[in-house]
């Protein structure tokens, strides 16, 4: 079963018939809110808002290892991350969608394993490709099915947040060879890889990171909200595109 774990601008899938909602307990605490249980383009599916009902949980607050765990235990093998970004690269400027093959982790302080020692024995999981080629490939076919244009590589540097990076970080970062910044990729992708679930991201660039394009003297908040507006009906579509290969044969 797929599920959509939501991001800044995605509090909910449009296409979705709500079955039910559940409050999901874990070993590691609660999700950050409801997973709601549907039907979109005749396959279930289950959704998550990363930063919880209301949009109030700030990315380093997020309960990652129970979002992950939950929808798992809900019966999830497949996750797609949608995600609002930053633009680092030139094919990246605002209201660009893209599924990024890399991650970069800038991030510090979040719990990042389920096997920590404590009661799991260590495990270093294999994360040379981050991301399910797999489940990539798939949203890449439901963009095209869907007449949507998509990025279809790009490295995701995962920052700390919640503020927004000085135009040297991402300058630091571009160096790197990041080309898209965003505040909520990890740990959450390498949680799924311990869990062994397909993970991707799809993420929509809200604005030109620090420094880049016409972000040369600040960001505007409300240049990203209006670009989140504009695009999230895309992101929706490849998502609708997306579910619909997960229908069950019949
Ligand atoms: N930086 C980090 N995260 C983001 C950005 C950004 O510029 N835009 C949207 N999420």
Same mark, same amino acid.
């Given at each position: 079963? %797929? #599920? *959509?774990?939501?991001?800044? !601008?995605? &509090? +909910?899938?449009?296409?979705?018939? @709500? =079955?039910?909602?559940?409050?999901?307990?874990?070993?590691?605490?609660?999700?950050?809110?409801?997973?709601?249980?549907?039907?979109?383009?005749?396959?279930?599916?289950?959704?998550?808002?990363?930063?919880?009902?209301?949009?109030?949980?700030?990315?380093?607050?997020?309960?990652?290892?129970?979002?992950?765990?939950?929808?798992?235990?809900?019966?999830?093998?497949?996750? %797609? #991350? *949608?995600?609002?970004?930053? !633009?680092? &690269? +030139?094919?990246?400027?605002?209201? @660009? =969608?893209?599924?990024?093959?890399?991650?970069?982790?800038?991030?510090?302080?979040?719990?990042?394993?389920?096997?920590?020692?404590?009661d799991?024995?260590?495990?270093?999981?294999?994360?040379?490709?981050?991301?399910?080629?797999?489940?990539r490939?798939?949203?890449?076919?439901?963009?095209?099915?869907?007449?949507?244009?998509?990025?279809?590589?790009?490295v995701?540097?995962?920052?700390?947040?919640?503020?927004?990076?000085? &135009?040297?970080?991402?300058?630091?970062?571009?160096?790197?060879?990041?080309t898209?910044?965003?505040?909520?990729?990890?740990?959450?992708?390498?949680?799924?890889?311990?869990?062994?679930?397909?993970?991707?991201?799809?993420?929509?660039?809200?604005?030109?990171?620090a420094?880049?394009?016409?972000?040369?003297?600040?960001?505007?908040?409300?240049?990203?909200?209006?670009?989140?507006?504009?695009?999230?009906?895309?992101?929706?579509?490849?998502?609708?595109?997306?579910?619909?290969?997960?229908?069950?044969?019949?």
């Amino acid at each position: 079963m %797929l #599920a *959509v774990i939501g991001g800044s !601008g995605l &509090a +909910g899938l449009g296409q979705m018939k @709500v =079955i039910r909602r559940e409050i999901a307990r874990t070993p590691f605490g609660e999700p950050s809110g409801p997973l709601i249980f549907g039907q979109m383009n005749d396959a279930p599916v289950l959704f998550l808002a990363r930063h919880g009902p209301g949009h109030i949980l700030a990315p380093h607050r997020i309960n990652y290892r129970a979002n992950v765990w939950a929808l798992r235990q809900a019966g999830a093998t497949d996750i %797609l #991350a *949608v995600a609002a970004v930053g !633009g680092i &690269a +030139g094919n990246a400027g605002p209201g @660009v =969608i893209a599924a990024p093959d890399q991650i970069i982790d800038y991030t510090y302080g979040r719990e990042h394993t389920f096997c920590d020692g404590s009661d799991r024995t260590v495990v270093h999981v294999d994360f040379t490709q981050p991301y399910s080629d797999t489940l990539r490939a798939a949203i890449l076919n439901a963009a095209t099915a869907a007449g949507e244009s998509i990025v279809a590589a790009g490295v995701y540097g995962a920052t700390q947040g919640p503020r927004l990076e000085t &135009a040297a970080e991402i300058t630091r970062m571009a160096r790197d060879g990041a080309t898209l910044v965003g505040m909520t990729g990890m740990p959450e992708a390498a949680l799924a890889r311990e869990l062994s679930l397909r993970y991707a991201h799809l993420c929509v660039v809200s604005n030109w990171a620090a420094g880049c394009g016409n972000s040369t003297t600040a960001i505007s908040h409300d240049a990203i909200d209006s670009t989140l507006d504009e695009s999230i009906g895309r992101v929706q579509n490849i998502i609708a595109t997306l579910a619909g290969s997960f229908r069950v044969a019949s």
